[in-house]
């Protein structure tokens, strides 16, 4: 397809793991993101990883990286209160400076 | 440090009214874009500005000026707002491949 797609709301269960997923356009795409939306805030990158990357953990932040699916997940463990957002994963398509972005997925914590 | 910033937070325009939205960033970054963010359809880039003295369309330009003034600062125009621009816009910094920095937004109606 030739948007990022993602599905618009997870809900998850405080203490629970929460997994976000993220199907991006261009397979040669060579940096993806994931940013956090919080309620009336601008975007905050939360972290990249570069395509010769199969995975990046950063704390509670796991990223992994399938190239041959065009499929990108972003992983919260211990998911908490504070990481009730809106998560968006974005591309730079190669030969392009420009990001672009998925639609976002809300994750909802049920306490 | 402030990062990015933008002015107003809010404005309420009648349609055919004309504004221009201010950004500024103290990080040094050469890139700066605008977007837009409307409901369920992620962020649309505007406009964006490779460096200072260029500019160029992005995915949503219709409608919009933009102004890279100096290093620091890319101002947005609406010359003649109508009710379709309703919308948060955002502008945005990089230093480069790293990802994105983000202002807090701007919340517009046009009536």
């Known amino acids: 397809g030739e948007d990022v797609e993602q599905s618009l709301f997870l809900s998850v269960r405080e203490g629970d793991s929460s997994v976000i997923n993220c199907t991006y356009t261009?397979?040669?795409?060579?940096?993806l993101y994931w940013y956090k939306q919080e309620p009336g805030a601008g975007l905050q990158l939360l972290t990249y990883?570069?395509?010769?990357?199969d995975m990046k953990q950063d704390q509670r932040l796991t990223v992994l990286l399938n190239k041959k699916d065009k499929h990108l997940s972003l992983r919260i463990a211990d998911t908490q209160t504070g990481d009730s957002a809106i998560y968006f994963c974005a591309e730079i398509p190669p030969g392009n400076e420009k990001l672009t972005f998925g639609t976002g997925t809300r994750l909802t914590i049920i306490p | 440090n402030a990062g990015v910033t933008q002015t107003p937070k809010f404005q309420v325009l009648k349609t055919g009214q004309s504004m221009t939205l201010q950004c500024a960033q103290d990080?040094?970054?050469?890139?700066m874009y605008w977007y837009r963010q409307d409901p369920g359809m992620g962020l649309r880039l505007i406009y964006y500005s490779a460096s200072e003295g260029t500019t160029d369309k992005g995915e949503v330009p219709n409608g919009y000026n933009v102004s890279r003034l100096n290093k620091r600062e890319f101002s947005l125009r609406l010359e003649s707002a109508a009710p379709s621009q309703t919308s948060v816009y955002f502008c945005?910094?990089?230093?480069?491949?790293?990802?994105?920095?983000f202002g807090p937004g701007t919340r517009l109606t046009v009536t």
């Open positions: 945005a910094s990089t230093p480069g491949i790293v990802g994105q920095y």
């Open positions: 261009d397979s040669s795409s060579t940096y």
């Open positions: 990080m040094n970054h050469n890139s």
């Open positions: 990883i570069f395509s010769n990357m």
